[in-house]
């Protein structure tokens, strides 16, 4: 999917594109996990929709619940659904910001000559 290290650093349309690709990743990974969330909220909770998609996207976002749980199946819910948003938000970041890190590592490792082509073109 990148470049290897002897190949040029590939133009910024090509930079781009490979961005929208991630941010298309991230945006469905988040949607999926939000849907998760809503679903575990509304059957294990017992919340009705609005309510479970509220405290599925506060946990998602890191604020916190917003309902108080009653029943232990809901909190062990909650909890796992916690711990699973953080590690979400960490793969996340890790797959938006790939491309990004990898241009800039891919920098500086080319040659002065390849670099000078590459803007030329």
Same mark, same amino acid.
């Given at each position: 999917?990148?470049?290897? #290290?002897?190949?040029? *650093?590939? $133009?910024?349309?090509?930079?781009?594109?490979?961005?929208? *690709?991630?941010? !298309?990743?991230?945006?469905? +990974?988040?949607? !999926?996990? &939000?849907? &998760? !969330?809503?679903? %575990?909220?509304?059957?294990?909770? @017992? &919340?009705?929709?609005?309510? /479970?998609?509220?405290?599925?996207?506060?946990? +998602? %976002? %890191?604020?916190? $619940?917003?309902?108080? +749980? =009653? =029943?232990?199946?809901?909190?062990?819910? /909650?909890?796992?659904?916690? *711990?699973?948003? !953080? &590690? *979400?938000?960490?793969?996340?970041? @890790?797959?938006?910001?790939? $491309?990004?890190?990898?241009?800039? +590592?891919?920098?500086?490792?080319?040659?002065?000559?390849?670099?000078?082509?590459?803007? #030329?073109?």
């Amino acid at each position: 999917m990148f470049e290897r #290290k002897h190949q040029k *650093l590939v $133009p910024v349309s090509v930079f781009l594109r490979r961005m929208a *690709l991630h941010a !298309g990743i991230v945006i469905l +990974l988040i949607l !999926g996990a &939000l849907f &998760l !969330g809503v679903a %575990g909220y509304h059957w294990l909770a @017992g &919340l009705g929709w609005i309510d /479970a998609l509220l405290n599925a996207s506060m946990i +998602l %976002g %890191g604020m916190g $619940p917003v309902n108080i +749980l =009653t =029943t232990s199946c809901a909190k062990v819910f /909650a909890s796992a659904y916690a *711990l699973f948003s !953080g &590690l *979400l938000f960490i793969a996340t970041m @890790g797959i938006f910001f790939a $491309p990004i890190m990898h241009r800039v +590592l891919h920098a500086f490792h080319i040659d002065e000559k390849d670099l000078k082509d590459s803007r #030329k073109s």
